[in-house]
């Protein structure tokens, strides 16, 4: 008897979820190269079905591989990034949360991490911050 598929092999048929370059599989997250990388070792976590539960399961397992890859001295630190939607920047609208591995000097002001999301908000240290409305 053929199985169901899940949500993410239906949307890969359909090429709404287009990664190819496959790292590991379970039963709820697949893991996936970045196509476009932002540095080496960038990774998406990918949930198998789409749903809370699993999305959050995909941030668990960014954080823990994070923490690998620090611990191996594979990198310095590492960023953990979910995009939901469009006005968020979501360009693939399949879920999916990035690990991005980063290195001493990958920039040359790395303070705000992911409030670079707004450029102009990312170093709320100098004179330009402004609070939002």
Known sequence: MATAMNDLELARSTGVAPWTELVSQDDHVTVYRDAYPVTHGHLLFVPN??????IVICMGMALLE?????DQKQCDSFNVGLNMGEA???TVMYPHVHLIPRRVG?????????????PSQQNYKTIGYRTPR
């Open 49 to 54: 079905n789409n749903n809370d539960q699993n």
């Open 66 to 70: 994070g923490r690998r890859l620090v």
């Open 88 to 90: 968020a920047g979501q």
């Open 106 to 118: 990958d920039c040359s002001n790395p303070i705000g991490g992911v409030r670079g999301v707004i």
